[in-house]
Nanobody, 119 residues
Framework: QVQLVESGGGLVQAGGSLRLSCAAS????????MGWFRQAPGKERDFVATIRWSDSTTYYANSVKGRFTISRDSAKNTVYLQMNSLKPEDTAVYYCALSARGPGSYEYWGQGTQVTVSS
């Protein structure tokens, strides 16, 4: 089993920045990639960014490209999401996820952290 614990959410004004962290513990040796998703009230959960554990290849949703940066610290089994130039539409609960099986499949999820961007 894998446990994921997110931190770093909060309230920020539009144009501001936040950095989310997600620490993984347990059977993390088989990690394929880790990603961030978000869910706004009344909407479905959407993909934000992902990073491949073997070579740090990253992918982003078009809505955050150029503003958000995903990175990892393998020694700490931690993934980060640096969010800059935040907009009110970035307001959501942000979830960390881990895939052990390969692309497109996330078996483990964190509890989520709230990000609120005020206008």
């Amino acid at each position: 089993q894998v446990q994921l614990v997110e931190s770093g959410g909060g309230l920020v004004q539009a144009g501001g920045s936040l950095r989310l962290s997600c620490a993984a513990s347990g059977r993390t040796f088989s990690t394929y990639n880790m990603g961030w998703f978000r869910q706004a009230p009344g909407k479905e959960r959407d993909f934000v960014a992902t990073i491949r554990w073997s070579d740090s290849t990253t992918y982003y949703a078009n809505s955050v490209k150029g503003r958000f940066t995903i990175s990892r610290d393998s020694a700490k089994n931690t993934v980060y999401l640096q969010m800059n130039s935040l907009k009110p539409e970035d307001t959501a609960v942000y979830y960390c996820a881990l895939s052990a099986r390969g692309p497109g499949s996330y078996e483990y999820w964190g509890q989520g952290t709230q990000v609120t961007v005020s206008s």
